[in-house]
């Protein structure tokens, strides 16, 4: 593996892309530390400790995970990843629903250019409302409750619209960050951003389990997190390379005067199938009513939303409603994403068939049973890593910043599999060794 990197750098095209990556990952981080005008900085700094592995670090928890921190700092580039994110997801579902999406999506690279320009637009909306949302938030004092400090100097409606207006750039600028690694550097760049602004909050949380107990008691805990840290990240590994794989067999046939076809190939379908999109679906709808709460802190409902839902997510009736959400939300993506009936008609359309299973209907039929075999142990399994963070909170008082668990080791594995890939295949189209030869 030491060899495979050395030689990745050896090779000019691939170190230039290497470098290409990482000069945008500083970009990146620098806007993600630079506040937007008008902010008040030591206030919010003091405000943001405090609220880390408090009330509004439960609240916008999601949102700050994928900003990397940021969004606690009203920074530049405070709203993250979370805008293209949403868009892309909404999109994936509206081309299910709305069959000019259907038809742009099956008209190949041209269709799929035009939904990635609806993506980016649809981005730059969720910006200008998620920008809206927060920075009123900021203005209103309700962004901290708990902190009596304004976070803000000016409450005019200018200094208003300029902190808008900033974010939402700040949006349109990471997805330009994004496509650039996409073009120039290594691997997919939205993903690579994400994984860089997980990564950032790592060191800072490992630490906090140190310091959280004093003595050697911190070092110990700190060194037991490590070890099964490890052990958990082995096992994400090992299920996300887990994959079922159907054969497929094509027939000869004759095209003009060649005999084309009769080669074998299989459907690959993968354990965890829907990948970390449940997860954050789950999260999101638990979000909403802790924003409930928000527009109506009094009453029988807000209390009980604010003692079971907008706490640290170690209740009982929160982690139940989540893990019941993330079943739920496999199931239906999955569903929504791999349709047997196209798989079918495709396979029937070019002579293949799978051995043993009868074209058409069967097909359909079996590939739906396989689907929702492997579709109920996926669900149990992104449910059980996005309860780890909750056994750290209860079992070794962590807060939720626990860096192992829940959608950040998931992202990270994932990214960092795939990475590792493209990687390995740029560097044996150089006659290199990969890293997993």
């Not at 019941?324 to 239906?332: A, R």
Request: hydrophobic share 50%; net charge positive.
């Amino acid at each position: 593996m030491i060899s495979a990197f050395l030689n990745a750098f050896r090779s000019p095209d691939l170190r230039k892309k290497i470098g290409f990556t990482l000069l945008i990952l500083v970009v990146f981080r620098l806007g993600s530390t630079i506040p937007t005008p008008n902010v008040n900085l030591s206030a919010i700094q003091a405000c943001a400790a405090d609220a880390q592995t408090g009330e509004a670090g439960g609240l916008y928890s999601m949102v700050n995970l994928f900003s990397g921190g940021a969004l606690l700092h009203l920074a530049i580039f405070a709203l993250g990843i979370m805008p293209y994110i949403t868009a892309s997801i909404i999109l994936q579902l509206l081309t299910v629903v709305i069959p000019h999406l259907e038809a742009l999506k099956k008209e190949g690279a041209s269709g799929q250019e035009t939904i990635t320009k609806y993506t980016r637009w649809l981005t730059i909306v969720l910006a200008v409302l998620q920008a809206t949302s927060f920075t009123m938030l900021a203005v209103s004092g309700q962004l901290y409750r708990s902190c009596a400090q304004s976070v803000v100097y000016d409450t005019g409606i200018f200094s208003i619209i300029v902190m808008i207006l900033t974010m939402t750039a700040g949006t349109s600028l990471i997805m330009w960050l994004g496509e650039l690694i996409t073009e120039r550097g290594v691997g997919n760049g939205m993903s690579i951003l994400i994984f860089t602004q997980i990564a950032a909050r790592f060191p800072a949380s490992m630490w906090g389990i140190r310091t959280a107990h004093p003595g050697n008691q911190g070092w110990l805990l700190l060194v037991i997190v490590v070890a099964v840290g490890l052990l958990v990240m082995a096992g994400v590994v090992y299920v996300e390379q887990a994959q079922r794989r159907i054969p497929v067999q094509y027939a000869k046939r004759m095209v003009g005067n060649r005999l084309l076809g009769g080669s074998t190939t299989y459907i690959p379908l993968k354990v965890n199938q829907a990948g970390v999109i449940p997860v954050i679906f789950a999260a999101s709808i638990l979000y909403l009513p802790v924003l409930y709460t928000i527009f109506h802190p009094t009453g029988s409902v807000a209390a009980w939303i604010g003692r079971n839902l907008a706490g640290n997510g170690d209740s009982v009736p929160y982690n139940v409603i989540y893990v019941l959400l993330i079943i739920f939300f496999t199931y239906f993506y999955v569903a929504i994403t791999f349709d047997p009936v196209e798989v079918s008609d495709n396979m029937k359309k070019y002579g293949g068939f799978i051995p043993g299973i009868r074209a058409g209907k069967p097909t359909e039929d079996y590939l739906a049973y396989v689907l929702s075999r492997l579709t109920a142990p996926g669900s149990l399994y992104l449910a059980l890593i996005s309860l780890i963070p909750t056994l750290a909170i209860v079992l070794l008082g962590a807060d939720q910043n626990f860096p192992f668990g829940g959608t950040s080791l998931l992202i990270m594995v994932g990214v960092g599999l795939d990475t590792v890939k493209q990687i390995e295949s740029q560097l044996h189209q150089r006659n290199y060794e990969g890293f997993l030869a």
